[in-house]
């Protein structure tokens, strides 16, 4: 088979977030910034603040078991689990796609994870689909995944605000091979090496293993060796590279910017987000604006998606663009037509 005439689509999704959110008003005393400018300047009036029991893979799980309520499909019909969440998780050394399986009973799967931080969303669309195009015994694939990298962020340093949006969520999709309904085309990725240590753990690993004064002074969580440098290289580089993946994906799905109905980007302050837009000709409300969510890590293109059929602005034969990006630095598109095939 041709692999333009191949045709995977997406059935159904599930998404979790916690169920307390943090204010901006209340935010603000704990970062020392005033509301108005977490609401103007970064871009949300609230955010998701994670329980006791939020963390990575329960998360994605509870995502997981949402999407298959929602699907009607039987955990042992999925082949494959693919997790596109974080490797922050429940536990070091540990396969979270492999723990999702066991927790929904998805018994005659297999499971691997893969990770590029929060533009893993993105990816993994174009990895499940052409796992199905080369292995033909993979007919219902599940993509979870779930993000807890906002509990590593430190709040005490003021180089790191562009990271105060983050926040914990899930996020499910189950994806079938020749499903008629939201097809997901083509997708491109680049990644941009010369920020590789702008944004890193610097304790726990196995370079700099994590010492006994390191819980108390913070030093587990994420630093940012060179924050001059790292703010010139996103200025260079990040929107040159988000529309950059756009454009990649549309011309392997043989389509043009004017061709997008509606994009699903992930969550970032609202000057880059509309320099996007705006760059790809892409009106303001054909893009999600995730502002009563802040940034949920790999959910957010499925917060987007409901938020485009809620609104109405997704419709059948839309073209939409799920957008992602993450410390690395990557940056992924992939495009869906939603509805049937035409």
């Not at 329980?51 to 019909?77: F, I, N, Y």
């Not at 790191?160 to 020749?178: H, N, T, V, Y």
């Amino acid at each position: 088979m041709n692999k333009q005439d191949f045709q995977v689509g997406i059935v159904g999704w599930g998404l979790y977030l916690p169920e307390n959110f943090i204010t901006a008003e209340e935010l603000s005393p704990q970062i020392h910034i005033p509301s108005h400018i977490i609401r103007e300047k970064m871009g949300f009036d609230r955010k998701p603040v994670g329980g006791p029991e939020d963390h990575c893979v329960e998360m994605g799980t509870k995502a997981a078991r949402q999407c298959l309520s929602k699907t009607g499909v039987d955990p042992k019909e999925i082949d494959l689990v693919l997790w596109a969440g974080e490797d922050y998780k429940e536990y070091v050394c540990w396969t979270a796609g492999i723990a999702v399986q066991e927790n929904i009973g998805a018994s005659n799967a297999w499971a691997f994870d893969v990770a590029l931080r929060c533009a893993g969303t993105p990816l993994a669309l174009k990895v499940a689909k052409d796992l199905m195009f080369a292995n033909p015994e993979l007919k219902t694939v599940m993509v979870v995944g779930g993000n807890t990298n906002c509990y590593l962020v430190d709040y005490r340093c003021p180089e790191q605000s562009f990271m105060f949006d983050m926040a914990p969520g899930g996020l499910a999709m189950i994806l079938k091979r020749d499903w008629p309904e939201n097809r997901i085309l083509e997708s491109h990725v680049i990644t941009e090496s010369s920020m590789h240590m702008d944004v890193i753990g610097a304790k726990g690993g196995s370079k700099n293993p994590l010492e006994k004064d390191d819980v108390e002074n913070n030093g587990w969580k994420l630093i940012m060796p060179d924050p001059a440098g790292m703010k010139q290289r996103l200025g260079d580089k990040s929107l040159p590279a988000f529309t950059g993946a756009v454009r990649g994906a549309l011309e392997r799905s043989g389509l043009t910017q004017e061709d997008i109905g509606y994009i699903c980007p992930v969550h970032i302050n609202p000057k880059g987000h509309k320099a996007i837009l705006a760059e790809l000709g892409v009106a303001e409300d054909k893009g999600a604006y995730l502002q009563q969510y802040g940034h949920c890590g790999h959910a957010d293109q499925i917060i987007g998606l409901e938020m485009g059929l809620k609104e109405g602005k997704i419709t059948d034969g839309t073209h939409v663009v799920f957008l992602g990006a993450g410390t690395g630095y990557a940056f992924s598109a992939t495009v869906i037509q939603w509805g049937g095939t035409k």
